[in-house]
């Protein structure tokens, strides 16, 4: 079984400071990681994944996560955070051993950025 | 590219009642996803379609829920009949071939059941 914990519901920060959103997972393979965004009534707009190789991947609007192994963790940051990525914020992940394509998500992150 | 398009984006039924909820995937993505979001809890995967053959429904909560990709390219899920439970957000996702590829979603359908 493969799972996800984003043990965060929201999170506050102020306008430039950087952020941190954190995701651990389960799975009994070798994951694949994905952030999503989700922005007041749309769907998710995917941000980045990890697949293999550098532990350091960089994504869309300056968003970057670390994938760490040995903590199983895949936890999303941004050096200095804009007012415009107040969202909902999801973590997923699935066992790439794993019969089938399904991704399992976390409860989700309500980011909060103050001006 | 135009995205996941779902209609309608809002639906307000009584229990008791049929819905027909309907996806229009990224042309040329073979796989198609239905998820569903309820009550602001985690995202669960319903199934999963490859062209037009289910290759994983394990999600589905009930044979209340029908998912049909007839020809490979539209689906729907049809609610009958709906109950209170089954109020939430259906989102529909796809995804070209390949195990690593993202899928993309759509708005999703927000549905409330009186």
């Known amino acids: 079984a493969q799972s996800v914990a984003q043990p965060e519901d929201q999170v506050n920060v102020a306008e430039g400071n950087p952020l941190t959103v954190k995701c651990t997972y389960s799975?009994?393979?070798?994951?694949?990681l994905f952030w999503y965004v989700q922005y007041p009534n749309r769907g998710l707009q995917f941000l980045l994944k990890?697949?293999?190789?550098?532990?350091l991947v960089k994504g869309s609007y300056g968003f970057e996560a670390e994938f760490n192994k040995s903590q199983t963790s895949f936890h999303l940051k941004k050096p200095s955070a804009l007012v415009s990525d107040s969202a909902l914020y999801f973590c997923?992940?699935?066992?790439?051993?794993?019969?089938?394509?399904?991704?399992?998500f976390g409860g989700g992150t309500r980011l909060m950025v103050k001006p | 590219e135009a995205g996941v398009t779902q209609f309608p984006s809002h639906s307000v039924i009584e229990k008791g009642q049929t819905v027909t909820l309907r996806c229009d995937p990224i042309?040329?993505?073979?796989?198609l996803y239905w998820y569903r979001r309820v009550m602001g809890k985690e995202i669960k995967f319903l199934l999963h379609?490859?062209?037009?053959?289910?290759?994983?429904e394990s999600g589905m909560p009930n044979n209340r829920f029908l998912a049909e990709r007839t020809g490979g390219t539209y689906s729907t899920l049809k609610v009958q009949p709906a109950e209170l439970e089954d109020s939430g957000v259906y989102f529909c996702?796809?995804?070209?071939?390949?195990?690593?590829?993202?899928?993309?979603f759509g708005d999703g359908t927000r549905l409330s059941i009186l």
């Open positions: 996702a796809s995804s070209p071939r390949g195990l690593n590829q993202p899928q993309h």
């Open positions: 799975v009994s393979g070798n994951p694949y």
């Open positions: 990890y697949i293999t190789g550098d532990n």
């Open positions: 997923a992940v699935r066992d790439r051993y794993l019969a089938g394509n399904m991704l399992t």
């Open positions: 042309s040329g993505h073979d796989n």
């Open positions: 379609f490859v062209k037009e053959s289910k290759q994983d």
